[in-house]
């Protein structure tokens, strides 16, 4: 399938699951032929002029495969409360809501968070496999960071109990994360460090001009869902990009080194 058709169809699936807890939410209960309806028009939405690329055999197998994905939500031991009405206290949350903490906007709010036996389960739901499993518990405690900066909700981590969920072999794998001082902290020094390498990479970006010398993906694999991968390699292999980079700033540097002599020799 094509990176760009994948992420398509992850983006609205999740568009169509904040859809329908924002229904379930107000009491409203959704039919799968609802939810149906619901990812035909996001996923038009999403791709535009290019869904005339595709069969339709294969988008109907994508909105066939994201049906599955969003009614077997319901069946998951995080979720069945929530679906079946029996959780009192819940509130589901866009990803897109930031919240700035030591001058960081962080992004990072739970799509849903639960309140059970006296604590707050935040809850991440990702629509493909889990990643290294050190990285995404990393990035799961990053919600109890949003969420102990938000003003409406308890600052201390003992409050917070956190849930994943990742889509893998046709079923969703529920994880539970550990959460305590120490990890925390591991998790704010790594996504830390994130952004300061963002930080630097924009300063490249802004002093060359253009992408020229920005570092590439360590593996080819990084680039599958970039969206820069057209911009960036083009139809080039991500190796053959890296060799044209070399290339490419090594004769930038030797016509600045030939223009600075010729300004000397001219002074």
Not at 2 to 24: D, K, S, V, W
Not at 69 to 84: G, I, N, P, S
Request: aromatic residues 8%; proline residues 4%.
């Amino acid at each position: 399938m094509a990176p760009n058709l994948h992420l398509a169809q992850i983006r609205a699936g999740r568009a169509t699951m904040i859809e329908r807890f924002q229904a379930l939410y107000n009491g409203e209960l959704w039919t799968r032929e609802t939810v149906l309806l619901n990812l035909e028009r996001r996923l038009e939405g999403e791709l535009g002029d290019r869904k005339k690329r595709y069969p339709d055999a294969l988008l109907r197998g994508l909105l066939s495969t994201s049906v599955v994905q969003l009614e077997a939500l319901k069946h998951t031991r995080t979720l069945r409360r929530v679906f079946d009405q029996q959780a009192p206290r819940w509130a589901y949350f866009p990803r897109s809501h930031p919240l700035s903490i030591h001058g960081i906007r962080l992004f990072a709010a739970p799509d849903l968070m639960i309140f059970h036996q006296h604590k707050w389960t935040l809850v991440r739901i990702r629509f493909g496999p889990r990643p290294n499993p050190k990285q995404a518990d990393a990035e799961a405690r990053l919600m109890a960071h949003w969420s102990m900066a938000h003003e409406a909700l308890p600052s201390n981590q003992d409050a917070y109990r956190i849930r994943t969920l990742s889509w893998s072999e046709g079923a969703w794998q529920e994880h539970r994360v550990a959460i305590n001082p120490t990890l925390l902290s591991e998790a704010w020094g790594l996504m830390s460090s994130d952004v300061r390498a963002m930080m630097r990479t924009q300063r490249l970006v802004q002093e060359h001009g253009g992408f020229a010398a920005v570092p590439l993906a360590a593996n080819a694999a990084s680039c599958t869902l970039c969206r820069w991968k057209t911009r960036c390699l083009g139809e080039r292999t991500l190796s053959a990009a890296k060799r044209d980079q070399i290339e490419g700033l090594l004769a930038l540097h030797h016509n600045e080194a030939t223009r600075s002599a010729s300004t000397a020799s001219t002074s």
